[in-house]
């Protein structure tokens, strides 16, 4: 790539449910999707309510939301809300996945919260180029990554579309009638090349912001933590819940885990830029050593000037699931100040990432027997 294409990519930015590209401006986003900035305020709020604060939060990957604040006064006044997120499985879980879902299980942990767990395969069948035969596949393993990032067995429910349809399709169809072509065009970016299954899927995705309603036989406050890429749906699903009588669901919105590479997110259709649960040791080492880092091109350079964490998914990886706070901060000081060098942060995040798979790998294997109590079967 040139200095001036990559200049122009860092520049542009686009993000969809499908596609995300360029370098993204997160305060631009918000501005653009219409939801609010988590002020300290919200925080103060949140940490009143559970006596800590998450990570997450504190360290920004979680950075917008739309009525996160109604759900903590929901909470206080004793009305419990369900949580919902999901997974279109279109290839293997890589760790930007499980952003929001470690938060999403850190949610359940301290609200006690019932959740949802929505697998698109319908939507990932009509996306990509997928057979049906290879999206089963993704199912069935991604089932295994939800299990084993140790959401509550008895609490969680996981639903997936073309298996549990008939639990979908009447509130799908009430939905649908409230949508016009124009609004879908619109809030997705239809256009005449669009297949119809697409055009028609958006429904089924909001169909979990009121199914706990319907479960629990009154309205039921629902909140959705997930990247914000998914944003445009729930833009849809808010415009038409009161009019069917629900609460319009809230949500709570992560940055995006950067590529490997120099711009982007981590993406499953681009696997050398991701670490997927299931590499093996050397996969994930050999990934990380041929990683993208915001140094300087030689180490006496380095040492004389400095490095760029802010533009370093190295250090990104190593801040999001490894490094405390005060680590990170530690961390960013010593790059900054030269003190640091590429080689020794891709060490750390080695060494860390090995035994993070290793770990999860064995929570992996012990899902498969777990599989039928995590289903819904209603
Ligand atoms: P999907 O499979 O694209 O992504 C699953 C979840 O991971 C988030 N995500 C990321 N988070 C951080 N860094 C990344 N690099 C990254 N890439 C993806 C997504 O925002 C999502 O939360 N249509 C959905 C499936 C779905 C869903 C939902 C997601 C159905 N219902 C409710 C969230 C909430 C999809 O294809 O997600």
Same mark, same amino acid.
């Given at each position: 790539?040139?200095?001036?294409?990559?200049?122009?990519?860092?520049?542009?930015?686009?993000?969809?449910?499908?596609?995300?590209?360029?370098?993204?401006?997160?305060?631009?986003?918000?501005?653009?999707?219409?939801?609010?900035?988590?002020?300290?305020?919200?925080?103060?709020?949140?940490?009143?309510?559970?006596?800590?604060?998450?990570?997450?939060?504190?360290?920004?990957?979680?950075?917008?939301?739309?009525?996160?604040?109604?759900?903590?006064?929901?909470?206080?006044?004793?009305?419990?809300?369900?949580?919902?997120?999901?997974?279109?499985?279109?290839?293997?879980?890589?760790?930007?996945?499980?952003?929001?879902?470690?938060?999403?299980?850190?949610?359940?942990?301290?609200?006690?919260?019932?959740?949802?767990?929505?697998?698109?395969?319908?939507?990932?069948?009509?996306?990509?180029?997928?057979?049906?035969?290879?999206?089963?596949?993704?199912?069935?393993?991604?089932?295994?990554?939800?299990?084993?990032?140790?959401?509550?067995?008895?609490?969680?429910? @996981?639903?997936?579309?073309?298996?549990?349809?008939?639990?979908?399709?009447?509130?799908?169809?009430?939905?649908?009638?409230? @949508?016009?072509?124009?609004?879908?065009?619109?809030?997705?970016?239809?256009?005449?090349?669009?297949?119809?299954?697409?055009?028609?899927?958006?429904?089924?995705?909001?169909?979990?912001?009121?199914?706990?309603?319907?479960?629990?036989?009154?309205?039921?406050?629902?909140? @959705?933590?997930?990247?914000?890429?998914?944003?445009?749906?729930?833009?849809?699903?808010?415009?038409?819940?009161?009019?069917?009588?629900?609460?319009?669901?809230?949500?709570?919105?992560?940055?995006?885990?950067?590529?490997?590479?120099?711009?982007?997110?981590?993406?499953?259709?681009?696997?050398?830029?991701?670490?997927?649960?299931?590499?093996?040791?050397?996969?994930?080492?050999?990934?990380?050593?041929?990683?993208?880092?915001?140094?300087?091109?030689?180490?006496?350079?380095?040492?004389?000037?400095?490095?760029?964490?802010?533009?370093?998914?190295?250090?990104?990886?190593?801040?999001?699931?490894?490094?405390?706070?005060?680590?990170?901060?530690?961390?960013?000081?010593?790059?900054?100040?030269?003190?640091?060098?590429?080689?020794?942060?891709?060490?750390?995040?080695?060494?860390?990432?090995?035994?993070?798979?290793?770990?999860?790998?064995?929570?992996?294997?012990?899902?498969?027997?777990?599989?039928?109590?995590?289903?819904?079967?209603?």
């Amino acid at each position: 790539m040139s200095n001036k294409d990559r200049i122009d990519q860092e520049i542009k930015f686009e993000v969809t449910p499908w596609n995300v590209e360029g370098s993204v401006d997160y305060d631009k986003l918000i501005e653009k999707f219409g939801t609010t900035k988590i002020t300290l305020e919200l925080i103060s709020k949140m940490k009143k309510l559970l006596g800590n604060i998450h990570p997450m939060i504190s360290m920004e990957f979680f950075f917008s939301h739309r009525d996160f604040d109604w759900i903590l006064d929901k909470f206080e006044n004793k009305e419990k809300f369900y949580l919902y997120t999901g997974r279109g499985p279109s290839g293997m879980v890589h760790l930007g996945h499980l952003m929001p879902w470690l938060f999403t299980k850190y949610l359940q942990d301290e609200f006690d919260s019932n959740l949802l767990f929505q697998l698109t395969d319908d939507e990932k069948f009509l996306y990509g180029k997928n057979s049906r035969k290879e999206i089963e596949k993704y199912v069935s393993e991604n089932i295994l990554d939800i299990i084993a990032t140790g959401f509550n067995s008895k609490r969680t429910k @996981i639903i997936v579309d073309t298996k549990h349809i008939s639990s979908l399709y009447p509130t799908a169809l009430e939905i649908s009638k409230r @949508i016009t072509f124009s609004t879908a065009r619109a809030v997705f970016g239809f256009n005449g090349s669009t297949n119809i299954g697409m055009i028609g899927f958006p429904p089924i995705q909001a169909v979990p912001c009121f199914l706990p309603s319907i479960i629990e036989g009154q309205n039921t406050p629902v909140l @959705i933590p997930a990247a914000i890429d998914q944003d445009p749906y729930w833009r849809m699903t808010r415009d038409v819940a009161e009019k069917m009588g629900y609460y319009k669901p809230a949500q709570i919105h992560s940055k995006f885990l950067p590529s490997l590479e120099q711009v982007g997110k981590m993406s499953s259709s681009k696997p050398e830029t991701a670490i997927f649960t299931t590499d093996t040791q050397e996969e994930a080492s050999r990934k990380v050593s041929q990683a993208f880092t915001g140094g300087q091109p030689t180490t006496s350079l380095q040492r004389m000037l400095g490095g760029n964490p802010d533009r370093c998914p190295v250090f990104s990886y190593l801040k999001y699931l490894y490094d405390s706070p005060k680590e990170s901060m530690e961390r960013q000081l010593e790059c900054r100040g030269g003190n640091l060098l590429c080689g020794e942060c891709k060490h750390d995040l080695t060494k860390s990432t090995t035994t993070f798979l290793s770990e999860f790998q064995r929570k992996r294997e012990k899902a498969i027997d777990m599989v039928p109590k995590f289903m819904y079967n209603q």
